[in-house]
C-alpha cells in the first residue's frame, strides 16, 4: 500500500482555471505539507499543517489553499491557475515528534 | 531555521566511497541534522538523522563533529542507482509544526 497518495500525477489545464490536487497518507500522522519544485528543482515548502496549526509560507500567493477534511487528507487547491504554476507539487507527512517524512509521488502539474 | 550549504554537484565511479559535507554555522542547541535522497521523477526519501557524533544506518553514515557547525554524509561504495540530489536539512524537526525546509542540494552523478 502507498503511504503517501497524490492524485493526479499529471495535470494539464488552461491559464485561469481552477483545480485540486488530492493528498491522502495512511499512515496515521498528524502533520502534512505541500511542496513545490519547479523548473530549477528547488523545493520549496508551501504549507505545513495539523490538526491545531496551520503555517503558509508568505511567498504563497493567496490563489492557493490547503483544504483539510480529516487528518489524513490535505488538499490543495489552485485558484486562477497562471503559467508560473507549472511545477511538481509534492505531498508529504510526518507525525510530529518522529524524524523521517514521508513524501508522495508528486503530481505535475502544466499550465498552457 | 539553520540556513545549509552544500556543494551543488559532485561526480564518482562506481564503487568509491562518497562523502558529501553540509556547512550549517548557526545551528540551534536543539536542530537535528537530516539527509534526504531524491531520485528524478519521484519525492524525496529520508535516508539519515544525527543529532551529534555519528550515526549509521543501512544505508549510509553520518559524521557529526562536537561544534556541530558541518555534517558529512557518508555513502560507500555507490553504485549507478546511487545517482540522485541529496539534501542536507536542519532543524527542531521532532517537535512542533516544523516545516521541513530543503536547499538546493548536491547533486551526485554515479559514473559507470
Known amino acids: 500500500d502507498t503511504a503517501v497518495s497524490q492524485t493526479p500525477k499529471y495535470l494539464v489545464t488552461q491559464m485561469g482555471n481552477d483545480k485540486s490536487i488530492k493528498c491522502e497518507q495512511n499512515?496515521?500522522?498528524?502533520?502534512m505539507y505541500w511542496y513545490k519544485q519547479d523548473s530549477k528543482k528547488f523545493l520549496k515548502i508551501m504549507f505545513s499543517?495539523?490538526?491545531?496549526?496551520?503555517?503558509i509560507n508568505e511567498t504563497v500567493p493567496n490563489r492557493f489553499s490547503p483544504k483539510s477534511p480529516d487528518k489524513a487528507h490535505l488538499n490543495l487547491h489552485i485558484n486562477s491557475l497562471e503559467l508560473g504554476d507549472s511545477a511538481v507539487y509534492f505531498c508529504?507527512?510526518?507525525?510530529?515528534?518522529?524524524?523521517?517524512?514521508?513524501f508522495g509521488q508528486g503530481t505535475r502539474l502544466t499550465v498552457v | 531555521l539553520a540556513k545549509t550549504t552544500q556543494p551543488i554537484s559532485m561526480d564518482s565511479y562506481e564503487g568509491q566511497e562518497v562523502n558529501i559535507t553540509c556547512s550549517h554555522n548557526?545551528?540551534?542547541?536543539?536542530?537535528?541534522i537530516t539527509w534526504y535522497q531524491q531520485f528524478p521523477s519521484q519525492g524525496p526519501r529520508f535516508i539519515i538523522q544525527?543529532?551529534?557524533t555519528k550515526v549509521t544506518n543501512e544505508v549510509a553514515s553520518l559524521f557529526i563533529p562536537a561544534d556541530r557547525k558541518s555534517s558529512t554524509l557518508s555513502l560507500p561504495r555507490v553504485s549507478l542507482s546511487d545517482t540522485a540530489v541529496y539534501y542536507c536539512?536542519?532543524?527542531?524537526?521532532?517537535?512542533?509544526?516544523?516545516?521541513?525546509?530543503f536547499g538546493k542540494g548536491t547533486r551526485l552523478s554515479v559514473i559507470a
Open positions: 508529504a507527512s510526518k507525525q510530529t515528534e518522529n524524524t523521517e517524512a514521508f
Open positions: 499512515l496515521g500522522h498528524d502533520t
Open positions: 499543517y495539523n490538526n491545531k496549526e496551520l503555517i
Open positions: 548557526n545551528i540551534a542547541t536543539n536542530d537535528y
Open positions: 544525527g543529532y551529534k
Open positions: 536539512l536542519v532543524g527542531d524537526s521532532n517537535s512542533g509544526n516544523t516545516p521541513l525546509v
